[in-house]
Structures are given as structure tokens and as C-alpha cells.
């Protein structure tokens, strides 16, 4: 069966190539950046999707993801599971963090993540965040599914992922899914 | 603002005969990312999963001790989370079965930014390893670590308990170009 339109991240199914379209990318230069933001997003998609590399200055830092410039705590939850390496663990905050777990140097530790915005042009409903992702140090690292909820029913039009500093070679590119 | 389709298919393989192993050489450079998936069962006699390894070169499979990863998995029962260093390939689990009862899972691996010649190559690889005959199921997710800045243009996937998988598996590379 073909499911045009099912995340990429999912485990099963086939995606059509023109119901998956490069929207925006940014590359973090050699001066560092303290946010990614994605602006004037097409409301033409069903689901966005963000692939990144990611390198902080300490790995195992979270980022924190806000929407349409909504950027107090407590109107985002959190909940994670994750894998430490020798135990499996889960957590919740009212904060918005994600990208969780991030990497760090770019030859030692860089991390991945792929989120998944669902249905982010629905006005009827709070808006669910997931995303697959982690860093591994051949010998540390952490790996995550985690959730973010937005406790807002507006359509997301701007996204901003916020940290103290990303590296240089820092990519977050983001993808429109029909 | 750019935008352009992608998610395209480079490449698939399927098994016309057990094999132990799958290659995928000369990848194009010209996406961002690279998604494989694989629908696979192995043969094991003793066990109902199997550890399968990915690894990866630029001009020949590196079979090295440069990979690591770290895992997180449930069997039904219980979560775990555990950790390969100085591996030989990047590990996880995969269906198995004594015989063929048509089952297949499915195993997605993504690897970001392959093509750069900069950074260590991290990749996320999802896997279930359910079969229909036993209760012994497990579905898990590892992050992966590749020490090398070469630009990956060859993976192999294969089956790290010296057994094969049998035909009928399929295996497919995508491409995903960022704008």
C-alpha cells in the first residue's frame, strides 16, 4: 500500500517526491548563532518536517522550540523517553524543549534530529510536535522519541529553535509534507 | 524562498536469494540526507532477532573500529538502553526466524548531512523485530556514530550473526536535498 503523505520518519510506507518539498535551510556560519528561525511559512503542506545536525557548545543540551513567537514556558509541555547508553528513562517539563539531546563537536559528537509538526495549519487544535533524535561520543550519548505540546490552535507560520550557541556546520533544514 | 520536491528513490534491491549481506555503492553527493528502509527477515535457528550492522566507507566499505551507538529498546516488558563502542558496525536488531512464515519488518535509517567532508557522520536508524510465531518481540531506536569526515558514497547492511537474510527482503535508498 502507498500512503502519500506519511511522515518520514515513520517506520513503514512510501513517499511520493513531490509531496515532500525543501522549504527553507539554514547553516550555521563560523561566528555561531543562538537561534534558527524559519519565517513565512507556506500554509500550503499538511505536515512539516525539520532534519538537522546538531552541534552545541556541551552535548546532551536541549534546545527549546517556540511558535508564531510564543515564547513563555508554560504554554508548552514536554515528554521524553530516553536511552542513556545503560538505562532507559522518561521525563516531563512545562517547557518547550527540542531539539533534545543535541551533539556537539563536529569531530566528536554531532548530533542528529528529525521533527515532525503535525497538521501545523489546523485552527482547531493544539498542535503535537514529536521528534526522533540523539548524539553518540563512541562512549557517550543519549537517544530520545520525544513530544512537545503547543497549547495553541493558531497555524504555525514562524518556528524559532533557540539555544545559547550553535557551532558552526549547525544545519536545520525544514520540509513541507502534502 | 526555495522550494523544491525530493524524497527520491536511488536505489532498491531485492533478494532473489538468502543473502547476508546488501550493498549500496556509488551514492550520488547531490542530496542533503540519505533514508534507508529495509523490510527484511533473518535466519537464525536460536533466536528470534538478530544483530544487524550498518557500515559505511567512500570508496570501500570501512570495516574498522570506528562506529559506536547508543540504543534504546522495549520488549513488551521492559525498557532498555544500551551501548556499542569501537565497533565494527553500527548495531541493532532485526527480525529472525528458523523458517520463512512470510514475515517481514521494517528497518528506516537516516543519515544527516552525508555528504559533507567536515563532521563526523551520525545517523538514526527505527527498528521492530516482531514475528508472528513466538511472543518475543522487541522495537528500539539507536543513534550512530561514524569517526570519519569522508562524505559516505557505499553503505552495507548486513547480518552480523554470520547468517542470512532470506529472499524477498527489500531495501531502498532515498535522497533528500535540502533547499
Do not use: C
Not at chain 1, 517556540?66 to 513563555?72: C, Q, R
Not at chain 2, 542533503?32 to 527477515?41: K, S
Amino acid at each position: 500500500m502507498i500512503l502519500p503523505g506519511i511522515l518520514a520518519s515513520g517506520i513503514s510506507g512510501h513517499l511520493f517526491s513531490s509531496n515532500y518539498v525543501s522549504l527553507q535551510t539554514v547553516t550555521v556560519g563560523s561566528g555561531g548563532a543562538s537561534s534558527v528561525i524559519f519565517s513565512s511559512i507556506p500554509q500550503t503542506y499538511t505536515h512539516l518536517q525539520i532534519r538537522a545536525l546538531t552541534l552545541g557548545t556541551v552535548a546532551g543540551n536541549a534546545g527549546k522550540i517556540h511558535f508564531n513567537s510564543d515564547t513563555t514556558d508554560s504554554h508548552y509541555w514536554n515528554h521524553y523517553v530516553y536511552g542513556s547508553g545503560s538505562s532507559a528513562s522518561s521525563a516531563a517539563y512545562n517547557q518547550p524543549y527540542l531539539p533534545e539531546f543535541m551533539g556537539s563537536g563536529a569531530t566528536t559528537s554531532p548530533g542528529a534530529s528529525i521533527i515532525d509538526i503535525l497538521d501545523y495549519t489546523n485552527t482547531n487544535k493544539n498542535k503535537t510536535i514529536r521528534e526522533i533524535g540523539g548524539y553518540d561520543a563512541n562512549g557517550s550519548g543519549y537517544i530520545t522519541l520525544s513530544s512537545v505540546l503547543w497549547l495553541n490552535t493558531s497555524a504555525i507560520t514562524t518556528i524559532e529553535i533557540d539555544l545559547s550557541s550553535f557551532q558552526q556546520y549547525s544545519q536545520f533544514a525544514l520540509y513541507g509534507v502534502k | 524562498m526555495a522550494s523544491a520536491a525530493t524524497y527520491t528513490p536511488i536505489a532498491t534491491q531485492t533478494l532473489a536469494s538468502n543473502a547476508s549481506s546488501v550493498s549500496f555503492t556509488s551514492i550520488p553527493q547531490t542530496y542533503t540526507d540519505l533514508v534507508l528502509v529495509a523490510n527484511v527477515l533473518g535466519y537464525y535457528s536460536v533466536a528470534t532477532y538478530i544483530g544487524v550492522g550498518i557500515q559505511v566507507g567512500n570508496g570501500a566499505i570501512d570495516t574498522g573500529t570506528n562506529y559506536s551507538s547508543t540504543m534504546l529498546s522495549g520488549d513488551g516488558s521492559s525498557a532498555a538502553s544500551s551501548r556499542a563502542t569501537n565497533a565494527v558496525s553500527a548495531g541493532f536488531w532485526a527480525t529472525a526466524l528458523a523458517a520463512d512464515n512470510g514475515t517481514r519488518n521494517t528497518v528506516v535509517t537516516h543519515f544527516l548531512n552525508y555528504s559533507n567532508t567536515t563532521t563526523y557522520k551520525t545517523w538514526l536508524t527505527r527498528f521492530n523485530a516482531q514475528q508472528t510465531t513466538n511472543s518475543t518481540n522487541i522495537v528500539g531506536t539507536t543513534v550512530n556514530l561514524w569517526r570519519n569526515t569522508a562524505a559516505i558514497n557505499q553503505i552495507s547492511f548486513g547480518d552480523f550473526n554470520g547468517t542470512n537474510f532470506y529472499s524477498g527482503s527489500t531495501f531502498t535508498l532515498y535522497g533528500i536535498a535540502s533547499a
